[in-house]
């Protein structure tokens, strides 16, 4: 081998070390946060005084939320029940036939699906209509007399 050809092939050696070096930051900020996963996080929804026995309250929580490369702001609703036994329930406010939103009619006493006329109890059962299942029912806990409820 010539010192010419030896001295070309160390040239694009030392090139093809040198680029592939370089392109490894780059690829990994690029393939890394879409496989990065979110953390469990509690959304703090109130005061526990600002719920009453007998009487849902939907509150709207807002929480960023990473898609991939993408961060976004999450608004969603819940409802807040206090059930006769002093036993506290996160609702979601969405209804399990076809996904609507479902509000809380106090003169029946239930959540009612507009959509459908599906009926839910205060407890998030269902009582008439098409729903399949129950509300959804989401983790919560109790910190200093605040709520705190965990979304998935
Ligand atoms: S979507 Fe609620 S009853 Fe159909």
């Not at 929580?61 to 993408?70: F, P």
Request: charged share 25%; hydrophobic share 40%.
């Amino acid at each position: 081998m010539s010192r010419r050809q030896w001295l070309d092939r160390f040239v694009k050696l030392s090139a093809t070390i040198v680029a592939g070096v370089l392109s490894v930051p780059p690829l990994v900020m690029l393939i890394v946060p879409a496989f990065r996963r979110e953390k469990e996080r509690w959304l703090k929804v109130g005061p526990l005084s600002d719920f009453r026995l007998g009487e849902p309250k939907a509150v709207t929580l807002a929480y960023q939320r990473r898609d991939g490369w993408v961060i976004r702001t999450v608004r969603t609703s819940v409802y807040v029940v206090v059930l006769p036994n002093g036993k506290v329930k996160v609702l979601s406010n969405i209804c399990t036939h076809a996904n609507c939103a479902v509000r809380w009619e106090r003169e029946k006493q239930a959540f009612f699906c507009p959509c459908h006329d599906g009926y839910f109890a205060i407890d998030g059962s269902v009582k008439a209509g098409p729903p399949p299942r129950p509300l959804q029912e989401f983790p919560h806990k109790v910190e200093n007399n605040f709520l705190f409820v965990r979304l998935s």
